[in-house]
T-cell receptor, first 110, second 111 residues
Framework: EADIYQTPRYLVIGTGKKITLECSQTMGHDKMYWYQQDPGMELHLIHYSYGVNSTEKGDLSSESTVSRIRTEHFPLTLESARPSHTSQYLC?????????FGPGTRLTVL | GQNIDQPTEMTATEGAIVQINCTYQTSGFNGLFWYQQHAGEAPTFLSYNVLDGLEEKGRFSSFLSRSKGYSYLLLKELQMKDSASYLCAVEAPAAGNKLTFGGGTRVLVKP
């Protein structure tokens, strides 16, 4: 069982607000990932990190930013939320190839 | 680029067997994953195939043929709780050893 946490689980927010989605894991995994998934659609990688102070953009362009100051923590920030950002955001971590997912944050921007 | 194909939807009866196919074209190949995802929830790891052949894990089995770029997930003795999406994902060097996910196959188990 993987120990990876995301907060908040649900967030409804107005356009233009700055938000930070939190992701933490207690397994000491070096690699962490952020995916975006619309209902019934495929997962798209938006950011990943292979260790502290290392972050890269994923395959899907995103207006969000990430930071990796501590191994266990990989927050995602949207400076100015828009309705097009409405989606589910899933965080994952891995040591080897197998990725373990957090419960996700469902974001709705009005 | 990486291309992964799997059927969009499948329907089966409780107690039956369902086989979910996945074909892939990738630049290099390290391994193939299957994940289960219930509606509104996060994906959970089911299996990881690196070598050709069948891996059995309880009611679920996963098969890989690297030469054919083909895998399947076999679900036996279907239960209602198996209704979910099943995601095929490939790990490839050309993608920086990250996972590339297919669109998922939604399996509906009927009584």
């Amino acid at each position: 069982e993987a120990d990876i946490y995301q907060t908040p689980r649900y967030l409804v927010i107005g356009t233009g607000k700055k938000i930070t989605l939190e992701c933490s894991q207690t397994m000491g995994h070096d690699k962490m990932y952020w995916y975006q998934q619309d209902p019934g659609m495929e997962l798209h990688l938006i950011h990943y990190s292979y260790g502290v102070n290392s972050t890269e953009k994923g395959d899907l362009s995103s207006e969000s930013t990430v930071s990796r100051i501590r191994t266990e923590h990989f927050p995602l920030t949207l400076e100015s939320a828009r309705p097009s950002h409405t989606s589910q955001y899933l965080c994952a971590s891995s040591r080897g190839a197998t990725q373990y997912f957090g419960p996700g944050t469902r974001l709705t921007v009005l | 680029g990486q291309n992964i194909d799997q059927p969009t939807e499948m329907t089966a009866t409780e107690g039956a067997i369902v086989q979910i196919n996945c074909t892939y074209q990738t630049s290099g190949f390290n391994g193939l994953f299957w994940y289960q995802q219930h509606a509104g929830e996060a994906p959970t790891f089911l299996s990881y195939n690196v070598l050709d052949g069948l891996e059995e894990k309880g009611r679920f089995s996963s098969f890989l043929s690297r030469s054919k770029g083909y895998s399947y997930l076999l679900l036996k003795e279907l239960q209602m709780k198996d209704s979910a999406s099943y995601l095929c994902a490939v790990e490839a060097p050309a993608a920086g050893n990250k996972l590339t996910f297919g669109g998922g196959t939604r399996v509906l188990v009927k009584p």
